[in-house]
C-alpha cells in the first residue's frame, strides 16, 4: 500500500515538473515572439517616417549594389572559363604533333609488318620515349594513365589483341583530348583502320 501511494507522489511530482517545464519553455518562446514582433512593428514605423524620396533612394542604392556585385560574379565565372578554355586550346596546341607522331608510330609499324619489314627495336624505343616526354609535360589525365598502363603492361608481354585494345583506349583518350568525344565509337572501330581482320584479332582475347 505505502508502495503504490509512493509511486502515485512520484507520478505527481513528474507531472508537475513536466508541467512547469513546458510553461517555461513555452513562456521563453512567447517573449521571444513578443520581442521580434516589437522589432518589426519599430523597424515598420521607422521605415514609415522615412520620406518617400529617402525610401525610393534606399531601394535604388540597394538595386544598383547588389547589380554591381551579381555583373561581377559573373564576369570573375566568365573569366575563369575563358582561361581554362584558354588553356585546354594551349595544351591541344602542344600535343597535335606528338600525338600524331604517335598515330604515325603506330602505323608505320602496322605497315611494315604487313610488308615484311620491322622497324628496329631502337627506333620504337626512340620515338616512345620522345612521346612520353611530351605526354608527361601536356597530356590530359586520361592519356597519361592510358600510356603508363600500356607502358607496365609491355613488360609481361600481352597477348596481341589485349595488345591493341590497349593501344585503341590510347587513341581513344587521345581523341577525347583534342575535343572529339567517343560517343558512337565502339570498341575495335579504330582499331580497323589498322588491322584488317579485326573481329579475328578480337576474338582471340577471349
Not at 64 to 71: D, E, F, Q
Amino acid at each position: 500500500m505505502m508502495k503504490k501511494n509512493r509511486d502515485i507522489l512520484l507520478g505527481i511530482v513528474v507531472l508537475i515538473v513536466l508541467v512547469s517545464a513546458t510553461f517555461w519553455v513555452l513562456r521563453l518562446i512567447w517573449s521571444w515572439f513578443s520581442a521580434v514582433w516589437v522589432s518589426v512593428l519599430g523597424l515598420i514605423d521607422t521605415v514609415s517616417a522615412l520620406d518617400t524620396v529617402l525610401i525610393i533612394a534606399l531601394i535604388s542604392g540597394a538595386i544598383t549594389v547588389l547589380g554591381l556585385i551579381i555583373n561581377s560574379v559573373i564576369s570573375i565565372v566568365i573569366k575563369a572559363s575563358e582561361h581554362r578554355s584558354k588553356v585546354r586550346a594551349e595544351l591541344r596546341a602542344k600535343m597535335e604533333k606528338p600525338y600524331s607522331e604517335f598515330v604515325s608510330l603506330i602505323f608505320d609499324i602496322m605497315m611494315n609488318t604487313k610488308q615484311g619489314e620491322v622497324i628496329s627495336e631502337e627506333e620504337i624505343t626512340k620515338r616512345m620515349v620522345l612521346f612520353s616526354k611530351e605526354v608527361t609535360l601536356y597530356g590530359s589525365n586520361k592519356v597519361v594513365k592510358k600510356w603508363a598502363k600500356y607502358r607496365i603492361s609491355l613488360a609481361g608481354k600481352p597477348p596481341l589483341a589485349e595488345n591493341m585494345l590497349q593501344l585503341e583506349g590510347i587513341l581513344f583518350a587521345i581523341r577525347e583530348d583534342l575535343g572529339i568525344k567517343k560517343r558512337g565509337m565502339k570498341k575495335g572501330e579504330v582499331l580497323a583502320l589498322f588491322i584488317n581482320d579485326v573481329e579475328e584479332t578480337l576474338s582471340k582475347k577471349k
